[in-house]
């Protein structure tokens, strides 16, 4: 509402809120804290798991940051920034979310008492930028160089990521599928799609059962049971044609008058398929993977040729396929020629869990693989899929960067050494932003001796000694709760992990602080932004 020579002028819709100033930001700044603080306590290998209930009674556990976020039914605007940077840090480098996340959330906590000082704003996302630049920097010094010949040290970086999640009794085998898996599916240039790797859950059996295919899995059956049922030396056709009549475009009436007319007209369909099924025979394909229909006649031909056929398939699948057979997807049945074929040791129909999959291994050399997860438990085999995924990631990450820095809380504890350093060379109010920004960063190794049950400013205390002493790999031991040097230790993860996880916290952190007016129209529902709305978030966590 404003004011026109006395008389009011409203502006808003009725029933609109509005919160300015220094109310508008501690709402955000609360709100942002708030889902910091739902996740943090699964920071970490002795991070703790969290129970979620949707509407509809289904339930998840995991200890996996961007899961939670995403199950949490979160409405205020300032908080969905905060899910945000967990989805842009899953996105990016498969990892590191939960850290993203409480940074986040620390780097805001932290600027409100600086904001209760009186320094503005602008100051404060000036210096945090600043810092976080110089971090960025830090991290590309400290970081260590690892080849794809490094096995081990590529096991320890997946190993190290999948701590966190409750795959920890089977972690060892898993680091060994995933670190098989990413090195059969990197590209001639060094790049690392995830994606060729597919990965099918199971439940039934152990952990333990858990195995690589070096070609591919999909979860379909042979279209009738008179085909073989495993086929060696296998010669794969992949088709993105039906084999089928095609329908005319127009619409058209064919006129019969007697029995003998419709049995030429059905012996000449039969012998289009009977066609259609001899050219792909004559080419060599003892094996059919076809994205569209077959028809019912044509699947008579097929399995009378003794050809191993399946229908309807993805089209990711397709060309998942045609990397790891090294064949070629063929649009036109009657194009189709021995070179287009690919090549698979075997394939196979086998029941796993109750369902017929068919396998297709033994590829020479793969460039899409399959990795099927066992475990007793639907809750079970979902979180190995969340550690496996994140294995994948970070390890893919790793081999197009070809560096890592330590674990444990090394690399923020170095960091907030060397902003301390800097901010005292940079002076003004912009050296309040940098010291804050680099007491803020401490969050993470203090939450890993807060999950751990050990005493954080003892933790954090004898980490800075040994850091001024120059060991710069020092972090936190999990078991004891003292220093240790991460490298000799094997806890390692990549470097993009980290600066990605600094980048994204510094970028919501500074458009949530610049933030001083919040505008909900009536039908914003759930108070969002609005100190009203504040306390049914709290009540959310």
Excluded at 417 to 429: F, I
Excluded at 462 to 467: D, F, G, I, K, Y
Aim: proline share 3%.
């Amino acid at each position: 509402m404003a004011g026109l020579g006395g008389t009011p002028v409203f502006i808003l819709r009725e029933g609109s809120q509005r919160t300015a100033g220094r109310d508008a930001q501690k709402s955000n700044i609360m709100a942002a804290k708030a889902v910091a603080n739902a996740v943090r306590t699964t920071l970490g290998p002795k991070g703790m798991d969290k129970m979620l209930v949707d509407a509809m009674g289904d339930v998840v556990i995991t200890n996996d940051g961007v899961t939670i976020l995403k199950e949490m039914d979160i409405e205020h605007p300032a908080a969905k920034m905060m899910v945000e940077i967990a989805k842009t840090q899953d996105d990016e480098v498969g990892d590191g979310t939960t850290t993203a996340v409480v940074l986040a959330g620390e780097l805001l906590e932290a600027a409100s008492d600086l904001l209760e000082e009186e320094i503005h704003p602008t100051v404060i996302a000036a210096g945090y930028r600043d810092a976080a630049d110089k971090a960025v920097k830090l991290l590309q010094e400290m970081a260590i160089s690892v080849g794809p010949e490094e096995e081990t040290l590529l096991k320890r970086i997946a190993l190290t990521s999948m701590s966190s999640k409750g795959s920890t009794v089977a972690r060892d085998a898993l680091a060994d599928l995933a670190l098989e898996a990413i090195k059969s599916i990197v590209d001639d240039d060094g790049t690392v799609d995830v994606d060729n790797i597919t990965v099918e859950k199971k439940v039934g059996g152990s952990i333990d059962d858990s195995q690589l295919v070096r070609g591919m899995v999909i979860d379909k059956e042979r279209i009738v049971t008179s085909m073989p049922k495993k086929v060696i030396d296998a010669k794969v056709a992949l088709l993105n044609a039906a084999i089928e009549i095609e329908k005319t475009e127009f619409g058209a009436e064919i006129e019969i008058k007697s029995p003998d007319q419709l049995k030429a007209f059905l012996d000449q369909e039969e012998l289009m398929l009977k066609k259609m099924v001899d050219g792909i025979v004559n080419a060599g394909a003892n094996v059919v993977f076809c994205q569209k229909g077959i028809d019912d006649l044509a699947q008579h031909f097929l399995a009378k040729a003794g050809v191993y056929a399946i229908r309807r398939i993805k089209k990711s699948d397709m060309e998942k396929l045609a990397r790891a057979t090294d064949g070629r997807i063929v649009t036109s049945i009657h194009d189709i020629v021995t070179e287009d074929l690919g090549k698979a040791g075997l394939v196979e129909e086998r029941k796993i869990a109750g369902d017929d999959m068919t396998f297709v291994e033994e590829c020479e050399n793969p460039k899409s693989v399959s990795i099927i997860l066992r475990g007793g438990t639907e809750h079970v085999v979902d979180e190995l899929d969340r550690a496996m995924e994140d294995g994948l990631r970070v390890l893919g990450v790793t081999l197009e960067d070809r560096h890592l820095v330590p674990g444990g809380g090394a690399p923020e504890i170095e960091l907030a050494l060397r902003l301390r350093e800097y901010a005292a060379t940079v002076g003004g109010r912009e050296q309040l932003a940098i010291e804050t920004f680099a007491e803020a960063i401490e969050i993470v190794p203090k939450t890993l001796a807060e999950n751990a049950g050990f005493d954080q400013i003892d933790a954090i205390v004898a980490l800075r000694s040994e850091h001024e002493r120059g060991v710069k790999s020092a972090g936190l031991d999990m078991d004891t709760g003292k220093p240790a040097d991460m490298l000799d230790g094997g806890i390692v993860e990549p470097m993009r992990v980290k600066i990605q996880a600094i980048k994204s916290a510094t970028e919501a952190a500074v458009m949530i602080l610049r933030i001083d007016d919040v505008v909900a129209s009536k039908s914003g529902g759930g108070g969002g932004g609005m100190p009203g709305g504040m306390g049914e978030m709290g009540g959310e966590f």
